[in-house]
């Protein structure tokens, strides 16, 4: 399975910026696919996790300014991050764990050596 991110860039706060991430080779019936986010010298930290039936769970610091989806059709997951704070920089990764049963809220929680394919990460860079 191959993870390809794009729109990462730079906005001022309280700005908005939408991530899209390609999934290719995507084989698994069940799953959970999501965005984590990392900065330098920093832990990668779960942001937003989707998962087969399209239940979302989302970090504290994000919930309520961050959308995530799933459209299978096209096999491309966004994110959609609206009022941005500059707590947000960082580079953001697209990763997926399959297969797996766990449900969204189960899957945020893990950490993420649970997830077997990653995105090469894309940077969000948000100014006061």
């Known amino acids: 399975m191959d993870l390809a991110e794009s729109g990462g860039g730079s906005v001022q706060s309280g700005g908005s910026l939408r991530l899209s991430c390609k999934v290719s080779?995507?084989?698994?019936?069940?799953?959970?696919i999501g965005w984590f986010r990392q900065i330098p010298g920093g832990e990668r930290e779960g942001v937003a996790i989707?998962?087969?039936?399209?239940?979302?769970s989302y970090s504290e610091s994000v919930k309520g300014r961050f959308t995530i989806s799933h459209d299978k059709a096209e096999n491309t997951l966004h994110l959609q991050m609206n009022s941005l704070k500059p707590e947000d920089t960082a580079t953001y990764y697209c990763?997926?764990?399959?297969?797996?049963?766990?449900?969204?809220?189960?899957?945020?929680?893990?950490?993420?050596?649970?997830?077997?394919?990653w995105g090469q990460g894309t940077q969000v860079t948000v100014s006061s």
């Open positions: 080779g995507f084989m698994f019936a069940s799953y959970c």
């Open positions: 989707i998962d087969t039936d399209g239940d979302t």
């Open positions: 990763a997926a764990n399959a297969p797996t049963t766990l449900e969204a809220r189960h899957c945020l929680l893990q950490g993420p050596n649970e997830y077997n394919s």
